[in-house]
């Protein structure tokens, strides 16, 4: 049934330009975390608080911008659009406060802990924040998996996390950041000896004699590629090469290893100049989702605040 209820139309006319900041940042919370009681937590509100200012939002506005899906809330048409529209620029204003925060009257005064992806942080996360070490910013990086390096935030161990995975305690509170697609990659000379005609008719045919090269025996990147892409699992045929770096990965791709599936971000350097090429491009790549992590019980920090906010601003490019 609609949450909260269908609404009728914004009467003609009515401008919509006195919405206040916060409606928008509660809605943006909410439809980042699936849930009025999640969002409540983040902004440190009651729910009853949020949903009031969700109806107030969609009187405004003339549209129902969520739906109730059991115990949470799925977003209308009308409200990934509104998500779209606003999440950028409200996560840039909040990055710009927090910063301005944290070098006025209270510096950066102690160090951030945080944890990510190796791959990731290396290509996305230490460059988003490189401009904020001229201001003071001290920071301590660790680099895992991300079961481990929840683990470790639920122990204290760390401020916040970006995590492959979302998180379910609800000790910890977790919201989207970004999504990576996975592509299907070989070296130019493996891929030009391939049958032109064949590849594109029956791409599993034509793989399945390829060596195949991953960071995992289990081939996790290729066995979903495989599934969600051609419906079928990977051959059972143990990789050429395993090395648990998927920039090692992409390295011997490019040097002529073998094929894999990687990180459309990770390689666009290597698709750019050409030294690795895509050998299959559906209509619906699959994708992960990065979710940026932090202990729901934390006392806020300036330092703290400002790393999370420039992070949820710079990932819509990553």
């Known amino acids: 049934m609609p949450y909260p209820r269908d609404l009728p139309p914004r009467p003609a006319g009515r401008p919509v330009e006195d919405v206040d900041l916060t409606l928008l940042r509660t809605f943006l919370a909410a439809h980042r975390a699936g849930s009025m009681t999640r969002a409540a937590a983040e902004l440190g509100m009651s729910q009853p608080g949020v949903t009031a200012q969700i109806r107030r939002l969609e009187r405004r506005l003339g ?11 799925t977003p209308t048409a009308a409200g990934d659009e509104l998500a779209l529209r606003v999440g950028p620029h409200l996560d840039a204003l909040t990055a710009a406060l927090s910063e301005t925060a944290a070098t006025a009257g209270s510096p950066f005064t102690r160090t951030v802990l945080l944890g990510g992806p190796p791959e990731l942080t290396a290509a996305r996360i230490l460059p988003s924040l490189a401009g904020l070490h001229p201001r003071g910013l001290r920071l301590r990086v660790t680099t895992g998996l991300a079961d481990d390096l929840l683990a470790e935030l639920a122990g204290g161990g760390l401020d916040l996390v970006v995590s492959t995975i979302r998180p379910r305690s609800r000790s910890i509170t977790a919201v989207p950041i970004a999504d990576e697609e996975f592509v299907l990659v070989a070296a130019p000379a493996l ?4 049958d032109p005609a064949r590849l594109p008719a029956d791409p599993p045919a034509v793989l399945a004699r390829l060596p195949v090269v991953a960071y995992s025996e289990e081939l996790p990147i290729v066995r979903r590629y495989w599934r969600h892409v051609f419906g079928r699992p990977v051959p059972r045929v143990p990789p050429a090469l395993v090395v648990p770096d998927l920039r090692a990965v992409a390295a011997a791709c490019a040097a002529g290893a073998g094929y894999t599936a990687l990180p459309r971000y990770l390689i666009s350097d290597l698709l750019d100049t050409g030294r690795l090429v895509l050998l299959h491009e559906p209509d619906d790549p699959p994708i992960n989702t990065f979710y940026l992590a932090w202990r729901s019980s934390a006392v806020p920090h300036p330092a703290v605040d400002a790393v999370r906010a420039r992070l949820r601003a710079s990932a819509a490019d990553w």
């Open 191 to 194: 891929a030009d000896a391939l």
């Open 63 to 73: 549209t129902t911008l969520f739906h109730r899906a059991g115990r949470g809330l």
